[in-house]
Nanobody, 117 residues
Framework: QVQLVESGGGLVQAGGSLRLSCAAS????????MGWYRQAPGKSREFVAS???????NYADSVKGRFTISRDNGKTTVYLQMNSLKPEDTAVYYC???????????WGQGTQVTVSS
């Protein structure tokens, strides 16, 4: 089992920045990838960014150049630095981790990010 605790959400004006954190505990040795999804009101959950144990990352086109994902040296905490925020970035942001064994994916509880225009 892996437990995820997120922090760092909040209210920010357009053009501002926020940094999200997600700390993993439990069987963290089984984690091979960490990342973020988000879900805006009335919309499906969508991929934002992810990072592997080796440090390779990928991003949704909508956040490239504005968001940066990183992990700590212990590889149990993942961060999402969000710059140049736009109102359309408003959503609940969910941390997730991938493991090679069932259930294969774990989710955090979500943290609200609201960007005002």
């Amino acid at each position: 089992q892996v437990q995820l605790v997120e922090s760092g959400g909040g209210l920010v004006q357009a053009g501002g920045s926020l940094r999200l954190s997600c700390a993993a505990s439990g069987n963290t040795f089984s984690i091979n990838r960490m990342g973020w999804y988000r879900q805006a009101p009335g919309k499906s959950r969508e991929f934002v960014a992810s990072i592997s144990n080796g440090g390779s990352s990928n991003y949704a086109d909508s956040v490239k150049g504005r968001f940066t994902i990183s992990r700590d040296n212990g590889k149990t905490t993942v961060y999402l630095q969000m710059n140049s925020l736009k109102p359309e970035d408003t959503a609940v942001y969910y941390c997730y981790v991938l493991t090679p064994n069932a259930p294969f994916i774990y989710w955090g509880q979500g943290t609200q990010v609201t960007v005002s225009s």
